[in-house]
Protein backbone atom coordinates (compact mmCIF):
# COMPACT_ATOMS: atom_id res chain seq x y z
CA UNK A 1 0.00 0.00 0.00
CA UNK A 2 1.23 3.63 -0.78
CA UNK A 3 2.10 5.59 2.09
CA UNK A 4 -0.36 8.74 2.40
CA UNK A 5 0.42 11.85 1.15
CA UNK A 6 2.17 14.46 3.80
CA UNK A 7 0.70 17.84 3.58
CA UNK A 8 2.49 21.29 6.04
CA UNK A 9 -0.02 23.09 7.19
CA UNK A 10 1.80 25.95 8.03
CA UNK A 11 3.74 29.24 6.15
CA UNK A 12 6.80 28.51 8.29
CA UNK A 13 9.49 28.61 5.82
CA UNK A 14 11.91 27.20 8.87
CA UNK A 15 9.48 24.29 9.55
CA UNK A 16 9.90 23.61 5.89
CA UNK A 17 13.49 23.77 5.24
CA UNK A 18 13.53 21.50 8.80
CA UNK A 19 11.56 18.69 7.15
CA UNK A 20 13.02 19.03 3.61
CA UNK A 21 16.49 18.30 4.85
CA UNK A 22 15.23 15.60 6.71
CA UNK A 23 13.67 13.95 3.65
CA UNK A 24 10.00 14.06 4.08
CA UNK A 25 8.13 14.94 1.18
CA UNK A 26 5.55 16.93 1.29
CA UNK A 27 3.29 19.90 0.01
CA UNK A 28 2.31 22.94 1.82
CA UNK A 29 -1.18 24.66 2.21
CA UNK A 30 -0.73 26.64 5.32
CA UNK A 31 -3.87 27.29 7.61
CA UNK A 32 -5.24 30.72 8.05
CA UNK A 33 -6.64 30.92 11.63
CA UNK A 34 -7.60 34.14 13.73
CA UNK A 35 -4.64 33.20 16.42
CA UNK A 36 -5.39 36.35 18.25
CA UNK A 37 -9.21 35.48 18.97
CA UNK A 38 -7.83 32.18 19.81
CA UNK A 39 -5.12 33.03 22.46
CA UNK A 40 -7.46 35.68 24.13
CA UNK A 41 -10.43 33.62 24.42
CA UNK A 42 -8.00 30.54 25.84
CA UNK A 43 -5.93 33.26 28.20
CA UNK A 44 -9.00 34.44 29.71
CA UNK A 45 -10.21 30.58 30.54
CA UNK A 46 -6.69 30.19 32.22
CA UNK A 47 -4.82 28.67 29.72
CA UNK A 48 -1.19 27.77 29.64
CA UNK A 49 0.73 28.61 26.48
CA UNK A 50 1.59 25.21 25.79
CA UNK A 51 -1.82 24.43 26.13
CA UNK A 52 -2.72 27.44 23.44
CA UNK A 53 0.32 26.34 21.71
CA UNK A 54 -0.80 23.04 21.01
CA UNK A 55 -5.25 24.45 20.54
CA UNK A 56 -3.23 26.05 17.39
CA UNK A 57 -1.69 23.38 16.14
CA UNK A 58 -4.36 20.84 15.96
CA UNK A 59 -7.01 24.25 14.57
CA UNK A 60 -4.50 24.37 11.54
CA UNK A 61 -4.01 20.61 11.05
CA UNK A 62 -7.61 19.73 11.51
CA UNK A 63 -9.00 22.26 9.36
CA UNK A 64 -6.55 21.56 5.66
CA UNK A 65 -7.17 18.27 6.61
CA UNK A 66 -10.42 18.27 5.24
CA UNK A 67 -9.05 19.71 2.29
CA UNK A 68 -6.66 16.97 1.96
CA UNK A 69 -8.68 13.63 1.82
CA UNK A 70 -6.00 10.51 3.06
CA UNK A 71 -3.56 13.18 4.00
CA UNK A 72 -1.68 13.13 7.05
CA UNK A 73 -1.75 17.06 7.59
CA UNK A 74 1.04 18.12 9.90
CA UNK A 75 -0.10 21.34 12.12
CA UNK A 76 2.75 23.50 14.46
CA UNK A 77 2.40 26.20 16.65
CA UNK A 78 4.96 27.88 18.98
CA UNK A 79 4.07 30.22 22.09
CA UNK A 80 6.67 32.32 24.00
CA UNK A 81 6.33 32.93 27.81
CA UNK A 82 8.38 35.47 29.80
CA UNK A 83 7.37 36.63 33.74
CA UNK A 84 4.20 35.42 32.97
CA UNK A 85 3.71 37.72 29.50
CA UNK A 86 2.80 35.94 26.29
CA UNK A 87 4.98 37.44 23.48
CA UNK A 88 3.66 37.54 19.76
CA UNK A 89 5.77 37.92 16.55
CA UNK A 90 6.94 41.19 16.75
CA UNK A 91 5.69 43.78 13.79
CA UNK A 92 8.50 45.53 12.05
CA UNK A 93 11.85 46.24 13.81
CA UNK A 94 10.13 48.88 15.95
CA UNK A 95 8.43 46.12 17.74
CA UNK A 96 11.46 43.21 17.52
CA UNK A 97 13.36 46.47 19.18
CA UNK A 98 10.65 46.57 22.04
CA UNK A 99 10.89 42.93 22.48
CA UNK A 100 14.21 41.68 22.52
CA UNK A 101 14.53 44.81 25.23
CA UNK A 102 11.98 43.25 27.23
CA UNK A 103 13.57 39.50 27.10
CA UNK A 104 17.13 41.01 27.71
CA UNK A 105 19.09 39.62 30.58
CA UNK A 106 15.75 36.90 31.54
CA UNK A 107 15.05 33.55 30.89
CA UNK A 108 11.88 32.54 29.08
CA UNK A 109 10.17 29.81 27.77
CA UNK A 110 9.09 28.36 24.24
CA UNK A 111 6.82 25.94 23.77
CA UNK A 112 6.35 24.36 20.43
CA UNK A 113 3.85 21.86 19.57
CA UNK A 114 2.76 19.47 16.43
CA UNK A 115 0.21 17.43 15.59
CA UNK A 116 -0.92 15.43 12.68
CA UNK A 117 -4.93 15.49 11.61
CA UNK A 118 -6.49 13.00 9.05
CA UNK A 119 -10.02 13.43 7.74
CA UNK A 120 -10.39 16.62 10.37
CA UNK A 121 -9.25 14.59 13.29
CA UNK A 122 -6.44 14.77 15.54
CA UNK A 123 -4.30 11.21 15.47
CA UNK A 124 -1.24 12.46 17.23
CA UNK A 125 0.25 15.15 19.38
CA UNK A 126 3.75 15.87 20.89
CA UNK A 127 4.85 19.19 23.00
CA UNK A 128 8.42 20.39 24.16
CA UNK A 129 9.09 23.24 26.05
CA UNK A 130 12.56 24.91 26.15
CA UNK A 131 13.98 27.92 28.32
CA UNK A 132 16.45 30.01 27.21
CA UNK A 133 18.03 32.59 29.10
CA UNK A 134 19.13 35.98 27.08
CA UNK A 135 22.12 37.79 27.68
CA UNK A 136 22.23 41.52 29.01
CA UNK A 137 21.65 43.26 25.20
CA UNK A 138 23.73 47.03 24.90
CA UNK A 139 21.94 49.18 22.87
CA UNK A 140 24.91 48.85 20.47
CA UNK A 141 24.84 45.13 19.44
CA UNK A 142 20.33 45.45 19.40
CA UNK A 143 21.00 47.88 16.53
CA UNK A 144 23.27 46.19 14.54
CA UNK A 145 21.21 43.14 14.95
CA UNK A 146 18.29 44.82 13.61
CA UNK A 147 20.67 46.52 10.88
CA UNK A 148 21.60 42.61 9.91
CA UNK A 149 18.71 40.09 10.75
CA UNK A 150 15.76 42.83 11.28
CA UNK A 151 13.55 41.33 8.68
CA UNK A 152 14.58 37.57 8.92
CA UNK A 153 14.52 37.55 12.53
CA UNK A 154 10.86 39.69 13.00
CA UNK A 155 9.59 36.40 11.45
CA UNK A 156 9.84 34.26 14.53
CA UNK A 157 8.04 34.58 17.55
CA UNK A 158 10.97 35.24 19.34
CA UNK A 159 12.20 37.75 17.30
CA UNK A 160 15.51 35.56 16.99
CA UNK A 161 16.69 32.55 14.30
CA UNK A 162 19.09 30.43 15.99
CA UNK A 163 20.67 28.65 13.26
CA UNK A 164 22.41 32.03 12.52
CA UNK A 165 23.02 35.07 13.94
CA UNK A 166 20.15 34.93 16.60
CA UNK A 167 22.48 32.49 18.81
CA UNK A 168 24.44 35.42 19.99
CA UNK A 169 21.69 37.16 21.89
CA UNK A 170 22.10 33.88 24.76
CA UNK A 171 24.44 32.79 27.39
CA UNK A 172 22.23 28.80 28.10
CA UNK A 173 19.64 27.43 26.42
CA UNK A 174 17.34 24.14 27.42
CA UNK A 175 15.52 21.94 25.64
CA UNK A 176 15.38 20.38 21.98
CA UNK A 177 16.69 22.13 19.36
CA UNK A 178 14.41 21.36 16.45
CA UNK A 179 12.03 22.74 19.14
CA UNK A 180 13.18 25.86 19.35
CA UNK A 181 13.35 26.35 15.69
CA UNK A 182 9.31 25.63 15.62
CA UNK A 183 9.38 21.73 15.23
CA UNK A 184 9.87 19.18 17.54
CA UNK A 185 11.07 17.43 14.75
CA UNK A 186 12.16 14.02 16.24
CA UNK A 187 8.89 12.42 17.46
CA UNK A 188 7.29 13.40 14.36
CA UNK A 189 10.23 11.47 11.94
CA UNK A 190 9.05 8.80 14.60
CA UNK A 191 5.38 9.20 13.57
CA UNK A 192 5.71 9.45 9.95
CA UNK A 193 7.74 6.26 10.10
CA UNK A 194 5.62 4.66 11.97
CA UNK A 195 3.08 5.62 9.31
CA UNK A 196 5.43 4.19 6.48
CA UNK A 197 5.88 7.91 5.07
CA UNK A 198 9.76 6.96 5.91
CA UNK A 199 11.62 3.62 5.94
CA UNK A 200 11.96 2.04 9.49
Not at 60 to 85: F, W, Y
Not at 180 to 186: K, M, N, S, T
Amino acid sequence: MDAPPVVLASASASRAKLLANAGVVFTVDPAHADEDAVKQAMKAEGATAADVGQALSELKATRKSNQHPGALVIGADQMLECGGEWFDKPTGKAALRVQLQALSGRTHTLESAVCVAREGVVIWHHRESARLTMRHLSEAFVTAYLDGEGGAAAASVGGYQMEGKGAQLFSEISGDYFAILGLPLLPLLAFLREHEVLAA
